[in-house]
């Protein structure tokens, strides 16, 4: 096996995967009161529910200093939540948008916005919440909301991606805004709730031309979330508590977010005492962060820890050799034992995949679909009918393997040892690489690179907690180069502009069964990402949907 160490990267390219500080954090706090419904070993301090901070509960004691420090393994490469697509609409609680999700359901709520209703399958009007500021004290106004969505729209920032299917904007009053997408999307919801809104004066005002703004803006940005920015560097950002401006209770009076990338460093900094939160925990930190009264953070739902398995290069053409074969690529499912993963490699921290990149309830989950049942000799024979015999010398071919995100110890590079294991078995030489160097990570994944035949890098529903999330990245004209199935692409398209929930469910059951069928994703299990939170820190919440913290809802007590 090799390990492909860090080397200097672009973070901007990272961010797009849902690597900054703030996505990195898993506690989400959704706001609401606190109640034992969570994951974690220390379940009492966990919630799921949401709704605006009030504060600590009554009778609580306070630490005298309400100073938080976390640690986090990749920090966001701009301040500006338009750029970078990862951490949301909120990056470090300094903004807001209109619509809020459920941090279990994913599904829309009030935020900014305190009630909508949908004119017609393409229009939406939104009547805006009153009294918000941003943190220079002016009010946020209906046309603050349309430059945001004008902004967000436009071609070069990370988030048009997300807010492709908008057509126009429009003040109707002071309260309410319309907005008009190209064709039918019942996603448009979940979408808002990516787009900050921002301050259409102050930001003209930073510059001339567009990118004077954007690199004046980045450097001392405004929003109107509870925290307000004081300062950002390439290892640190700090946030403190934005005042009379916001509409929100925060009870931290500041937070700073700490570059930490090694594991074992975040975990010694924090049984000292020096931060209060750390992430994205390897299997063997926990005993001592359970010993120590740490509150664990699990996330099991929302990402998928299998692993890509391309019928397309780099350039969207069909592979030749063995992984351009469909039988080659179902003989890898049946490889593999995904409760023994479960149960003996990962402690029993998540659940197996059943054929299907969605848990049961989410949109595009279907019963029709049963999984790849453990069976090597259903697999040995696929790879003979495909033309793959067992030579002479034991072996069948030679494929290559990477693992992302793969430190020592790490999740990621457990499954990655184990599935190598699995797939030997079947006489083919699997060339494993552990991959630590994120640059080189996102240019296989963002096809700057050839992949290897197999990419084990995770695939997410977040936030949306629909199948059409995962699903938009298989199809042709997504630019991702994984799959290529006009029969797919069409469904695709279908179910975007179905509002009908039983009809669009029917297409995306059947997108489901294609996909299975393609075996373009070898399924694995769930996600298994695992934070820790001081025992004295509360406020955490249990989140499936968001790995972006609504920091309000925190406090230290004494």
Same mark, same amino acid.
């Given at each position: 096996m090799k390990e492909i160490s860090s080397t200097p990267f672009s973070r901007r390219r990272a961010l797009f995967l849902g690597l900054s500080s703030a996505a990195a954090l898993a506690l989400t706090s959704c706001r609401g009161a606190d109640t034992s419904t969570g994951t974690g070993d220390n379940i009492d301090a966990l919630s799921r529910d949401g709704g605006p901070g009030d504060g600590p509960p009554a009778g609580v004691q306070l630490a005298a200093t309400q100073v938080a420090t976390i640690a986090v393994s990749n920090l966001s490469s701009s301040v500006d939540p338009m750029v970078v697509v990862s951490g949301g609409a909120r990056r470090f609680d300094m903004y807001e948008s209109l619509v809020d999700t459920h941090p279990s359901t994913g599904e829309p709520r009030p935020f900014l916005a305190t009630q909508w209703k949908q004119v017609d399958d393409r229009t939406w /009007?939104?009547?805006?919440? #009153?009294g918000v500021k941003f943190h220079d004290g002016t009010p946020m106004t209906a046309e603050d909301v349309v430059f945001s969505f004008q902004r967000a729209s436009t071609p070069g920032y990370?988030?048009?991606?997300?807010?492709?299917?908008? #057509?126009?904007?429009?003040?109707?009053?002071?309260?309410? %805004? #319309?907005?008009v997408t190209k064709t039918p999307d019942v996603l448009i919801?979940?979408?808002?709730?990516?787009?900050? %809104? @921002? $301050? =259409?004066k102050y930001y003209e005002g930073l510059g001339s031309d567009q990118k004077t703004r954007d690199a004046a803006f980045a450097k001392a940005p405004i929003g109107t979330g509870p925290y307000k920015f004081v300062s950002y560097a390439s290892d640190k950002a700090v946030v403190k508590k934005a005042g009379d401006t916001t509409w929100r209770k925060p009870t931290l009076e500041e937070i700073t977010f700490l570059l930490v990338t090694d594991a074992g460093t /975040?975990? +010694?900094?924090? @049984?000292?005492?020096?931060?209060?939160? %750390?992430? %994205?925990?390897?299997?063997?930190?926990? $005993?001592?962060?359970?010993?120590?009264?740490?509150?664990?953070?699990?996330?099991?739902?929302?990402?998928?820890?299998?692993?890509?398995?391309?019928?397309?290069? +780099?350039?969207?053409k069909p592979k030749t050799g063995p992984m351009g074969d469909k039988r080659v690529r179902q003989a890898l499912q049946y490889a593999l034992n995904k409760q023994e993963l479960v149960?003996?490699?990962?402690?029993?921290?998540?659940?197996?995949?059943?054929? /299907?990149?969605?848990?049961?309830g989410l949109p595009g989950y279907t019963d029709t679909v049963k999984d790849y049942p453990y069976d090597v000799e259903k697999a040995k024979s696929l790879l003979d009918e495909a033309g793959y015999p067992v030579k002479a010398d034991g072996t069948r071919f030679t494929i290559t393997m990477a693992s992302a995100f793969a430190g020592t110890g790490s999740v990621r590079r457990l499954i990655g040892e184990w599935m190598q294991s699995s797939i030997s078995k079947l006489g083919i030489k699997v060339e494993f690489t552990a991959l630590t160097d994120t640059a080189l990570q996102l240019e296989y994944f963002y096809n700057t690179k050839q992949r290897p035949d197999i990419?084990?890098?995770g695939l997410f529903t977040r936030p949306y907690m629909d199948a059409a999330r995962a699903y938009s990245r298989f199809i042709s004209t997504s630019g991702s180069y994984h799959m290529a199935n006009p029969e797919?692409?069409?469904?695709? =398209? &279908? /179910?975007?502009?179905?509002?009908?929930?039983?009809?669009?469910?029917?297409i995306l059951a059947k997108m489901t069964e294609l996909f299975h069928e393609e075996s373009c994703f070898l399924f694995a299990c769930g996600d298994v990402w695992i934070d820790?939170?001081? =025992? +004295?820190? =509360?406020?955490?919440?249990?989140?499936?949907? &968001?790995? #972006?913290?609504?920091?309000?809802?925190?406090? @230290?007590?004494?």
């Open positions: /009007q939104f009547t805006l919440r #009153e990370g988030i048009a991606t997300h807010f492709s299917t908008m #057509e126009s904007s429009r003040i109707v009053d002071e309260k309410t %805004i #319309e907005l919801l979940k979408r808002l709730a990516q787009v900050a %809104i @921002l $301050p =259409k /975040q975990l +010694n900094s924090f @049984l000292a005492g020096d931060v209060h939160y %750390i992430n %994205i925990q390897p299997l063997n930190n926990l $005993p001592t962060l359970t010993n120590a009264g740490a509150t664990l953070i699990e996330l099991t739902k929302g990402n998928d820890l299998g692993a890509f398995m391309d019928s397309v290069d +780099n350039k969207g149960k003996d490699v990962l402690q029993g921290r998540t659940v197996a995949d059943d054929g /299907q990149l969605i848990g049961k990419y084990h890098f797919f692409d069409e469904m695709y =398209k &279908q /179910q975007l502009g179905e509002q009908d929930p039983a009809k669009r469910q029917a820790a939170g001081a =025992k +004295n820190l =509360k406020g955490l919440v249990q989140c499936d949907v &968001q790995t #972006e913290q609504y920091y309000d809802r925190l406090y @230290l007590t004494a």
